[in-house]
């Protein structure tokens, strides 16, 4: 069964049962229209005047991994009450903020994604139980079935955490599909991809990482503004942007190469680290 969160019908034990059982919950309406087309408008403007600062992978895909550096118009979605309330009662009142980036995925002809079936934080399968934090992701656009989405392999973060990503086997994942406003609320320990599907229209999404402040920080990537490590909220939990400054850094995908130039911008050192990677 789709883990499909209806807040009216569910109370926290509730969801926090299937979250355990499989790993993800989808969660309509988490943005209304209006917030939708902000977004929307917001990523439009970013990619015209800072496309410097996106990283295309390929034709089909492209990120920037930094955008809350140059503007305060994505904060909403990290503070989000929908989805907060939910994750502040998955993950605790420890909650923090890690990452966030913009993801779009053009319509192209190749089969398969780039990044294939992985978990997140580590490829080092050894090292899966280390990763113990949850994404969230927003679909800006709507995603039908011959649309590119997220796919999840459910239970792969606990019941089925000795699946190795290399094994999946073709129907054992469900594709998230939802309109624009949909969230997807799921642990990085679950196996996940980017399903590409022929004849999709380009998909936009948000992608945002909490995990809690006893952690290191999972991600380096997203620099944290003094605008958002500055802000008194009674409303927010207070550890949420404590990571500004984190000193210890979890050894994985998230970590910047040490002997790069700090002078870099992220999306130079994403390049770098991309063309590394290829040249391996
Ligand atoms: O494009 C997608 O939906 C998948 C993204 C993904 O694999 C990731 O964020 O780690």
Redesign the pocket.
Known sequence: MTPIFDAALQSPPLFAREFHEQGFLIVPNALSAAQVSVFNRAVTDDLENHGGEWVRFDESFLETPDVISRTADFDFAIENPVTLAILRSLIGELITFEEFEI?I?NPTGKAQ?L?AW?R?ATRDYNRRMEIEYV?V?YYLTDVSETD???SIVPGSHYRRVDLRPADVASGEEVDVLGSAGTAVIFHGRCI???KLKAGSRQRR?L?IYYARADQPRYSEWTAIPPRLYQKADPALPPLLYSKWNASVVFEGVGKKPRNLPPSMSIAEMIREVQRRANAR
Do not use: I, M, P
Request: charged share 25%; glycine share 6%; net charge neutral.
């Open positions: 993801l995925r994604d990044k992985h997140d994404s992701v590119h989405c997220l996940h991809a980017g999404t992608h």
